[in-house]
């Protein structure tokens, strides 16, 4: 944390290893839920506010689903396949997938992209067999 010059908080640290350990892509609410173990004190504010910091600092990542905010910890080059009944979201890594974006991306003019992700809308396994 600290070659990015962010400041060395509990807080932070525990949201950061709460998703380091969480399987999966959880809201505000589960990553509150979580930290409050450890932090009994913490605010639901302040675990927003740190997860709109630390995602800002691209030290964790934000994914949309279902119009709710879902955070992840992987910052290893990767996509997401997303439910669109249930909103399960479930990582894809693919280096082809990759590659051909960042080729593709070399055409768009007067832009450098850095990195790139793509999602995936269809029905989960759980959903299609209800």
């Known amino acids: 944390?600290?070659?990015?010059?962010?400041?060395y908080t509990n807080q932070r640290i525990e949201i950061l290893n709460f998703l380091k350990d969480?399987?999966?892509?959880?809201?505000?609410?589960?990553?509150?839920?979580?930290v409050k173990v450890k932090l009994t004190r913490i605010s639901k504010a302040t675990v927003y506010k740190n997860l709109r910091?630390?995602?800002?600092?691209?030290?964790?990542?934000?994914?949309?689903?279902?119009?709710?905010?879902r955070f992840e910890g992987n910052?290893?080059?990767?996509?997401?396949?997303?439910?669109?009944e249930c909103g399960d979201i479930t990582d894809y890594e693919s280096e082809e997938l990759t590659d051909?974006?960042?080729?593709v991306a070399e055409d768009i003019e007067n832009f450098k992209v850095e990195a790139t992700d793509t999602n995936f809308y269809g029905f989960c396994g759980k959903c299609l067999e209800e």
């Open 1 to 7: 944390m600290e070659s990015k010059n962010i400041k």
């Open 22 to 34: 969480f399987d999966g892509h959880p809201t505000v609410d589960e990553v509150y839920e979580g």
């Open 53 to 69: 910091f630390l995602t800002d600092k691209g030290l964790i990542r934000e994914v949309n689903s279902k119009g709710v905010s």
């Open 75 to 84: 910052l290893v080059p990767h996509h997401h396949i997303i439910c669109v």
């Open 100 to 103: 051909y974006s960042l080729k």
